[in-house]
């Protein structure tokens, strides 16, 4: 029997005018990230230097690092390779002496080909479908070229640094929308007179994460921090596990499947197919609730609301039910590892879906509770500043929109025996 403790609005945790880009949180955008303000809040209530933190969901890394600046050691899991190595890069030490040198040199080269006489010089073009669908065949041969010097760069830290500026700058540089985190190209009229600065991009960025970098390095703490891509639904455990378990968990997984909440594949899939990543197309399908499920759950905090949306659509029930029976899995796997006084944050939104609310919160609850857990408290906040759409389509009719996503609720369990 799980006991559903205080649920309570507490602005404090909006962080509305807080700076959100700090250390090496500012290196690349991702949708629905975690603000740095919360995991570190978090970290300050129930962190302890010298600890472990494990994140299931890890994205881009901003529990990871705040981890480390905070003193405790970290490990963070997510299937999407490109968020693998942008948090590994956030985390990473990277000498700032041989990375200014790289840069000077790479500067140079670029600087002959932008403002010298040479054309941009004949690089390998990955086969990517569709390629002339998304980028100009001007900017198709900038970016390769781009892509062939970064990887002559002989230091793995350097070159991931740099790799991670060049996948930001691909997006940019695409026909890509950037009102959406989904595949959109923008509209035809506006085709011609789109001519992006590719290098004067991948160079802003370049300045902007080594001023994050350079604060990270001051601050951050002796500790370890990995990633790894294991897959909790499928019960693959993180690597490495401390002895006795990790202590604490701070995390946002998903909100719902990714097809009909956020296309974290989309998003990635134009930089992941330049740079060669596996799974590139099926990332939406791998995460959570991607794949169908022929069970509806019974019995848990979500399912008369799962029944309800089943009375008017039972596709879309089986597929929510989907999302849940995942995360159960995951919850299941990722308590495996977790010490016998440890603590769990997860940020959750309580999506709807039909003009159904879904108690996602009090899911969690729920699924840790069958393990030992107890529940703590839960903080529901505003979300002034996090990147993702705040306009969804419950119905799943295009121009049928709900503002459904304003607030996120901070789940707090205890495992108390
Ligand atoms: C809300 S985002 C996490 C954002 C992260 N806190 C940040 O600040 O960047 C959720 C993440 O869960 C990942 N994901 C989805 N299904 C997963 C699974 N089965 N195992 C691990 N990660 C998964 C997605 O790829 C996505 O990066």
Known sequence: MHTVNP????????????????????????????????????????GMEGEWLFDPYC?????????????????????????????TTKLMFIPLDILDSELKKLDKVLFQV???TDKVPDAPIPKIPNLDYWFSEEIIKSIAYLLDCINKVEDQAVRNFLTV???ETVR????????TFKLHRIPAEKLENFNPDIFGTFRKKLNRNRQGLAAYLEKRKDVEASICDANTVNGELPMPCPLGGYNLVITSPPYGDSH???????????????????????????AMGG????????????SSAIKKISSIDEKRAREVSAFYID???????????????????????????????????????????????????????NIPNKRMPLKNSPSNVAGQTSTTMHEENIVICQRTD
């Open 59 to 87: 994205g881009t890394g901003t529990s990871l690092v705040e981890a480390s600046l905070f003193g405790m050691h970290s490990v963070g899991c997510d299937i999407n390779p490109l968020v693998r190595l942008i948090a």
């Open 7 to 46: 649920k309570y609005q507490d602005k404090s945790w909006d962080f509305r005018t807080a700076d959100t880009k700090e250390y090496t949180h500012c290196f690349h955008t991702y949708p629905a990230m975690m603000i740095p303000q919360i995991a570190r809040k978090l970290l300050n209530q129930y």
């Open 114 to 116: 932008e403002f010298g």
């Open 327 to 381: 995360l159960e899995h995951s919850i299941s796997s990722a308590v495996k590892t977790l010490s016998q006084r440890s603590t769990i944050c997860y940020v959750v939104g309580n999506r709807r879906v039909k003009d159904v609310t879904l108690p996602t919160d009090e899911f969690v609850v729920f699924a840790f509770g069958k393990h030992g857990f107890s529940h703590k408290e839960t903080i529901v906040r």
């Open 165 to 167: 500026a060049f996948s």
């Open 172 to 179: 940019e540089v695409s026909y890509t929308r950037t009102s």
């Open 260 to 286: 009909t909440t956020v296309a974290y594949g989309q998003f990635s899939r134009l930089s992941a197919e330049w740079l060669g990543l596996p799974n590139a197309r099926k990332i939406d399908r791998l």
């Open 291 to 302: 794949q169908n499920s022929r069970e509806t759950l019974a019995g848990t905090p979500v």
